[in-house]
């Protein structure tokens, strides 16, 4: 009875746990942007169950999503073909065999993004590519922005060797501001995709007075910028989607609220784009498209985290040199309390096993165990206690019978039957066998006259 009451608690024990932890493996909050976003990612997880060493952009948008476990797709390819291209000095060319120098700060932060060192990837190092002017050059105005961002998501420092410096990028930055606000990659016509991620490479050094007056005034060109539907139109008037995910980014980086920016239409234009398969184009209405999907996915999760409290977008301080295993944020959750749960589960099991063995221990050393290793019951120990309390007055009594012979026996008296202290002790033996016939159900025998040595046959 009293083991089936331990079980019965254990057992309502881990069904509480359970109980409790059944919240945190709920579905997302049921919010457009959180819909969007994990339908979103659960369409380029099944698309990229091997990506390539060129699809940082994907691997970046999945992870940061937190709706995708990077385990389930092919993260150990992908790092592998990342450091081959790395090691034979041949990375990422195009078909014309010119490199993709793009590449380089786009890897840095998709590595960062599932707990890897950019740096310490076996024999490559992804920072180097992005410590020359040179490289950053050969990518354009945008690649000094890209530079930034990539070193600052896990604090990276510069190849020693190189020529490039934060302070340098900043700088050189701020050197493309027009007197509207905007950002300008060449010329003097601003446009809202490069401002944008101007506005996202600087925003950790506003607390310089140069930064903070071309953010305050960078802000205000975008609001000017932003269309009734709440998007932004990028360069050419048409790539709505990637200018509309660089503002949402920019915004998430500097901590401002996308939906109460401007009409606070943003997050809804972006939505705009989204397929109901989850997919994203970049014309509304049109097919799928694995990057269009990656950068939404980007700009409805950088709104998302800046709304559920986490680090932005591209502060990776949260993953950087932990596990890469990204679970959705109530997954996560989830399988912490499990975790614990299991913890004070397995615990109380070998307290429990640890007390039991221990309680053996102390009912064996008190004689209260029978010959199979079972505790004997209540009336089993009150029974042996009689046997051996009736045994112990047996011999007493035979004592005190030794005693009394010896002692007539020295005074020269051979008739002791009337002897008092005799009388007793034969009395007393008498009742310990009837004790001991008791205990044991047999029958109460005679009581036996001392034979001619004064001895009784007793047992």
């Not at 932005?312 to 614990?340: C, E, Q, R, W």
Request: aromatic fraction near 8%; proline fraction near 3%; hydrophobic fraction near 40%.
């Amino acid at each position: 009875m009293k083991y089936t009451k331990r079980i019965a608690a254990l057992i309502l024990t881990v069904a509480l746990a359970f109980t409790t932890a059944l919240p945190f493996f709920a579905s997302t909050p049921a919010t457009p942007a959180h819909e969007g976003a994990q339908s979103a990612a659960k369409w380029l997880k099944w698309r990229n169950l091997s990506p390539k060493a060129d699809e940082a952009l994907i691997i970046l948008a999945m992870a940061r999503s937190g709706y995708v476990d990077i385990f389930s797709i092919g993260l150990t390819s992908y790092q592998s073909a990342v450091e081959n291209y790395l090691r034979n000095s041949d990375y990422f060319k195009d078909k014309e065999g010119n490199i993709r120098y793009e590449l380089y700060p786009a890897s840095i932060l998709s590595m960062t993004s599932v707990g890897k060192v950019a740096n310490l990837l076996g024999s490559a190092d992804l920072v180097m590519g992005i410590s020359l002017q040179s490289n950053l050059d050969a990518i354009g105005p945008s690649g000094w922005a890209y530079a930034l961002i990539a070193a600052d998501c896990g604090n990276y420092e510069f190849t020693a060797g190189g020529d490039v410096s934060r302070e340098i990028i900043v700088e050189k930055l701020l050197s493309h501001q027009q007197a509207d606000g905007g950002f300008a990659p060449a010329g003097t016509a601003s446009n809202t995709y490069f401002t944008a991620l101007c506005l996202q490479a600087l925003s950790n050094y506003t607390a310089g007075a140069p930064v903070a007056e071309a953010t305050e005034n960078a802000l205000a060109y975008l609001l000017q910028q932003q269309q009734p539907g709440g998007e932004f139109t990028g360069t050419d008037g048409t790539e709505t989607l990637t200018a509309s995910a660089a503002v949402a980014a920019a915004l998430g980086e500097l901590g401002i609220d996308a939906t109460e920016f401007g009409n606070g239409l943003l997050i809804d234009a972006i939505l705009s784009y989204q397929n109901s398969n989850g997919s994203f184009s970049y014309t509304i209405g049109g097919a799928g498209n694995e990057e269009a999907t990656a950068i939404g996915l980007l700009g409805l999760s950088s709104y998302i985290r800046f709304a559920g409290g986490s680090t932005p977008l591209f502060d990776m301080s949260d993953v950087y040199g932990a596990s890469h295993n990204k679970l959705s944020p109530g997954m996560t959750t989830g399988v912490i309390l499990s975790f614990i749960t299991l913890f004070f589960i397995t615990s109380s099991l070998i307290a429990f096993a640890v007390r039991s063995r221990l309680r053996l221990r102390k009912w064996a050393k008190l004689g209260l165990l029978d010959e199979n290793g079972n505790r004997l019951s209540d009336d089993e120990i009150a029974a042996r206690d009689g046997d051996i309390e009736a045994r112990r007055r047996l011999e007493e009594a035979k004592a005190r019978l030794e005693k009394q012979k010896a002692l007539a026996a020295s005074y020269n008296l051979p008739d002791m039957a009337e002897n008092p202290e005799v009388l007793s002790a034969r009395n007393e033996i008498d009742t310990a066998k009837e004790r001991l016939q008791a205990l044991y159900g047999t029958a109460k025998p005679a009581a036996q006259e001392p034979n001619e040595s004064g001895e009784t046959d007793l047992p």
